[in-house]
Nanobody, 120 residues
Framework: QVRLVESGGGLVQAGGSLTLSCAVS????????MAWYRQAPGKQRELVAG???????NYADSVKGRFTISRENTKNTVYLQMNSLKIEDTAVYYC??????????????WGQGTQVTVSS
């Protein structure tokens, strides 16, 4: 069973910074894309940033220039460095990973979510 465990959420003032981490554990063959999504109250879950196994990144327009996604393959961990946080960044942030399980079955897993609250 594959688990994604997020950490690093919390309360921060507008303009501040936070770094989220997500570690993948369990039995799998390969992790391909890792990503961060977020869901604010009353809104749909949206992609924040993604990174492929070839280190290609993509970002939502709303976070470009402020957030940076990175990964550490030896630790099966993905990070999201969030700078210049805005009140509208307040949401539950979810980690996502896809790839292959042992036996080459598809892997698509989500973390449990971590709350990020930005105050004025």
């Amino acid at each position: 069973q594959v688990r994604l465990v997020e950490s690093g959420g919390g309360l921060v003032q507008a303009g501040g910074s936070l770094t989220l981490s997500c570690a993948v554990s369990g039995s799998f063959f390969r992790i391909n894309t890792m990503a961060w999504y977020r869901q604010a109250p009353g809104k749909q879950r949206e992609l924040v940033a993604g990174i492929t196994s070839s280190w290609i990144t993509n970002y939502a327009d709303s976070v470009k220039g402020r957030f940076t996604i990175s990964r550490e393959n030896t630790k099966n961990t993905v990070y999201l460095q969030m700078n210049s946080l805005k009140i509208e960044d307040t949401a539950v942030y979810y980690c996502y990973a896809n790839g292959l399980l042992e036996g080459l079955r598809a892997l698509n897993s989500w973390g449990q979510g971590t709350q990020v609250t930005v105050s004025s």
